[in-house]
């Protein structure tokens, strides 16, 4: 009993890993094209063009 246990434990726990890591996908491709807006943005601006749209 208790290894079908283990086993199902970790079923969940990889099943839970494939999860989070394809959440974090999206999210780090969400933020790719947040900041290639932002740079596109930053080039046309009408302040000469040397604005920044980030405060780093």
Do not use: D, E, H
């Amino acid at each position: 009993m208790v290894p079908l246990l283990l086993v199902l434990l970790l079923a969940l726990i990889l099943f839970g890993a494939g999860f989070a890591v394809k959440i974090l996908w999206w999210i780090a491709i969400a933020v790719l094209v947040v900041w290639l807006l932002g740079f596109v943005m930053r080039s046309t601006n009408a302040g000469g063009g040397r604005g920044r749209w980030y405060r780093w």
